[in-house]
C-alpha cells in the first residue's frame, strides 16, 4: 500500500485561493502538508489560508502575479527565505480569454505565455535542486482536457496549456530517476 501521509512535507500551490487549486491545497492539508499558497488576491488568500488552517496544517501565503517576471522573481526569494525547501509543487493558475485562432494579438500572448507556461515552469525548476538531492517530489501541472482536444474559441489554453504538458512529459523522464514525479492533471468543466 503507498503512504498518502505528507506530514513533514512543504506543498506550494499557485492559484490556491480559490477553485482547483484551493481544493488541492485542502486534500494536501488533510494528509499533513504544510501549505503554502500563491495567487493574486490578499483578502481571497487570507480566507484561504484561515479555512486550511482551522483544520489545524500550518499555511501561510503569498501574493504574485505570474505574468509579471519581478513578482515571479520576488515570490521564488521569499519562499526561499521562509521555507528553505519546497516537496511538492502544484502548477496551477487562470486561463486566458477566449478568442479565435483566427486573430492575433501579441501582447495577450507574451501575457498569457509568461503566466501560464515560462512562470509556472520556472517556480517548479527552481525547488526542483532540493528535490532531487533529497530523493523526492511531486511536480503536479494543472492542465486541461484541451491538451487531448481542443476547445473551440479557446486558443490561447488550447496552445499554451499543450506547452506545459509537453514540457512536463520531458521532465518527467528526466527526474523520476531522483525520485521526483512530475504528474499532469487534465480537469475538464467543473462547478467551483
Request: hydrophobic letters at 45%; one cysteine or more.
Amino acid at each position: 500500500m503507498i503512504s498518502t501521509n505528507l506530514e513533514g512535507r512543504k506543498a506550494l500551490v499557485l492559484g490556491g485561493g480559490k477553485g482547483l487549486g484551493f481544493g488541492v491545497a485542502e486534500v494536501l492539508a488533510a494528509k499533513g502538508a504544510e501549505i503554502i499558497l500563491v495567487g493574486r488576491g490578499e483578502e481571497t488568500l487570507d480566507a484561504a489560508r484561515r479555512a486550511i488552517e482551522s483544520a489545524g496544517p500550518v499555511c501561510s501565503t503569498f501574493s504574485a502575479d505570474l505574468s509579471d517576471n519581478d513578482s515571479v522573481s520576488r515570490l521564488i526569494r521569499a519562499i526561499e527565505d521562509e521555507h528553505q525547501r519546497i516537496d511538492i509543487v502544484l502548477l496551477n493558475g487562470g486561463g486566458p480569454p477566449p478568442f479565435a485562432a483566427s486573430v492575433f494579438d501579441a501582447s495577450v500572448w507574451e501575457k498569457q505565455f509568461t503566466s501560464m507556461v515560462l512562470s509556472q515552469m520556472r517556480i517548479a525548476i527552481s525547488f526542483l535542486p532540493g528535490m532531487r538531492s533529497r530523493r523526492w517530489g511531486r511536480i503536479i501541472a494543472v492542465s486541461s482536457t484541451s491538451v487531448r482536444e481542443p476547445i473551440p474559441g479557446l486558443t490561447a489554453s488550447n496552445a499554451l496549456r499543450a506547452s506545459l504538458a509537453g514540457w512536463a512529459k520531458t521532465l518527467a523522464g528526466e527526474v523520476a530517476a531522483d525520485g521526483v514525479t512530475v504528474h499532469l492533471l487534465l480537469p475538464g468543466r467543473f462547478a467551483t
